[in-house]
């Protein structure tokens, strides 16, 4: 096993117990970025200095006494959407070409406070505005399994990178399924918490109603431990909501024997793909031989909030950037343009419909959950297309965040986890969906499965 194959959890307990330097972890990183990062593309900027130094900083505060926590010493990278002081926060776009702003954005702030070391700021779908991470100004991202797939998207430079070792950690935003679509593509865990949990201060958004920020890694536990440093409230932040905040690794091994779990079997969440379903069966067996209770449920009530949150979306992306659009229309790649002039054209009729649409799904996904633990379904309908594939697959009505855009819309917390492989080696993502705050509950599932199924052993060959 090389430096930059170990677990976030196991490098911290190396570093702790200083068997491994900070400096040293962090140099493997940057060495393997320098390596793969011109076949991946799944950087726009490496702070080579800045984390050498914040290398050199952990080091010798661990070597004083002064060890922080499991975070210290830690490399990361952030999609280029949160802000980093004194580093380019491009969010993928020609407008934000020269911004570097001030000060962090409060979650990139509580991973430095608690001693994380940043290699640089992630590739994304231009704005967060798709699923492709084909980004006109600042190049396509691979997927690691095969360079002529999708990683997935918007946060598609954060599934690349953790799924290449390029960073231990990463952060990433979902709006319609953004972290989620690019962990089931490239095969890690993506975590989109409950609508509130984490701060959206200092993060450029795509929808006000619909953004939520997570952690992405490539275990159960260190999502786990990322969220415990991230979550809180924030006063800075007008969606941030005061909810208690617990040790989500207090209970992570405690199993789920007795549970009711639910897996969605019906015509909206029937995968494209019969290998997604096969894994849908799979996952019903591992279940069951952890000791919960598994029902093939209807799910098809979720379609209609999923459908709305296009009109969210798109409403909230019209009025964020109506000055940019009006004043630098050339600015945007075309497909950009052309998607925010067919969304300026909602109406208050339209957004009030979806308004209505989202309150529905969450008093609805609150009934549900009071007869069950948790929900499970694929990730995506598709395992990660081929670039080619995709404008005849959306022409025959193919939409990656069909299974994922509704629980954006309810604000419930759901994880995406390797649940297998397709025949050609591609990764397939389960998605586990628990009630609101049900963080805990939901990482303690995604780890018993994990640990059950092995899936996160397998990596790709570069």
């Known amino acids: ?85 004194g580093v380019l926060t491009s969010a993928g776009s020609k407008h934000f ?34 699923v492709t991470t084909d980004n006109t100004w600042y190049g396509t991202c691979k997927n690691p399994y095969d360079l002529h797939r999708i990683p997935g998207g918007s946060s598609g430079g954060s599934g690349a990178a953790l799924a290449a070792r390029l960073c231990a950690g990463a952060l990433g935003s979902d709006t319609r399924g953004s972290i989620r679509i690019p962990a089931a593509a490239c095969g890690v865990v993506g975590l989109k918490p409950t609508y509130g949990r984490n701060s959206l201060h200092g993060v450029i958004p795509l929808s006000w109603n619909l953004d939520h920020v997570g952690p992405m ?116 790649s075309g497909e950009i343009r052309k998607r925010l002039e067919r969304d300026s054209a909602y109406t208050s009729r339209d957004y009030a419909e979806a308004r209505y649409a989202q309150n529905l799904a969450i008093y609805q996904i609150g009934t549900f959950f009071e007869n069950y633990d948790l929900l499970v379904t694929p990730t995506t309908p598709a395992p990660a297309l081929r670039h080619d594939q995709l ?23 759901a994880v995406s986890i390797p649940g297998g492989f397709s025949e050609a080696g591609l990764p397939l993502g389960l998605q586990i969906v628990a009630p609101h705050w049900g963080e805990a509950q939901l990482l303690r599932a995604a780890y018993a499965y994990e640990q059950a199924a092995g899936w996160y052993q397998r990596t790709p060959e570069l």
Do not use: C
């Not at 019906?266 to 000791?291: N, V």
């Not at 404008?391 to 994922?404: A, C, I, N």
């Open 391 to 413: 404008p005849e697959w959306r022409k025959s009505g193919g939409d990656y965040t069909r299974f994922s855009a509704p629980f954006n819309m309810t604000g419930v917390p």
């Open 97 to 130: 070409a020269n911004y570097v702003p001030a000060r962090d954005g409060t979650v990139i702030a509580r991973l430095s406070e608690a001693g994380a070391v940043m290699l640089g700021k992630l590739n994304m779908h231009e704005l967060a505005f798709g």
């Open 217 to 332: 890694a490539r275990r159960v536990r260190d999502v786990a431990l990322m969220l415990g440093f991230m979550a809180g409230y924030d006063p800075a932040d007008p969606f941030s909501v005061d909810y208690p905040v617990g040790d989500y690794l207090d209970d992570l091994e405690a199993g789920i024997e007795g549970w009711r779990i639910a897996i969605a079997d019906d015509e909206f969440f029937t995968p494209a793909d019969s290998e997604l379903s096969a894994m849908l069966t799979e996952s019903a067996k591992i279940f069951t031989s952890l000791g919960a209770q598994v029902y093939w449920v209807d799910a098809s009530w979720l379609r209609a909030s999923g459908d709305y949150s296009r009109i969210m979306l798109g409403a909230d992306a019209a009025a964020f950037h109506r000055e940019r659009y009006e004043t630098r229309p050339d600015d945007f």
């Open 1 to 85: 096993m090389t430096l930059t194959d170990l677990s976030i959890s196991e490098a911290a307990t190396l570093i702790e117990t200083r068997q491994l330097s900070p400096v040293e972890l962090t140099q493997a990183y940057l060495d393997r970025i320098e390596r793969l990062n011109p076949i991946l593309n799944a950087f726009i900027t490496v702070t080579t200095d800045h984390a050498l130094k914040a290398a050199r900083m952990a080091e010798a505060e661990i070597k004083a006494g002064a060890y922080r926590g499991p975070l210290h010493g830690i490399p990361f990278a952030y999609k280029d959407l949160f802000e980093t002081k």
